[in-house]
């Protein structure tokens, strides 16, 4: 029998090999448009981001206004309140739909001289992070929508892109219990 190099691993160094079945389950959540019932769930990237999946667990759930990103292209996010620095884990510059951010800066460098942290949705294709005056920047990828975004959640694109013509919408983003 001939076994993969991940379990021949695994039984050298004395630990056991990982079975997909009975490995957890990543924590999810979901982003909703409550107004308009349009909404997504996601499952967050512990292993790539562990603390700050941790950080965004801890203030959900968050429920404000999105705005829709003046320099990046197809981005809403919305501002989180007392924003924090969190460790630079999984950064990334060019994000793909159904991928979600976390951005914080400390004030000294977008236009406002305020610390800044926002959680961000990527709902299409060609965004590159820029800040104020087309800054390039990055934000922390923490959490996957799954599926294809041409297809899978088609609607929530949608609602996500009318904030740039009809103005902000109120999101909700919260855990999905176990």
Known sequence: MRRSRHTRRCFLLGSLPTIPALAA???RIRLSFPATGESVVAELLEREAPAVCDFIWSI???EHKTIHGMYSGAEVFVLIDKPKPAPRENEVQ???PGEILYFYDDGKKVSTGEE???ICFIYGRGVTLR???G???FARLFARVPGDWTKDWVEFAK???SVRWDGPRTMRI???PE
Do not use: D, N, Y
């Open 25 to 27: 389950k990543p924590r």
């Open 60 to 62: 959900l759930p968050v």
């Open 94 to 96: 060019m994000p793909l």
């Open 116 to 118: 800044t942290g926002e």
């Open 131 to 133: 800040q104020s005056e």
């Open 135 to 137: 800054v390039p920047t």
């Open 159 to 161: 609602a996500c892109r």
């Open 174 to 176: 919260e855990r999905v």
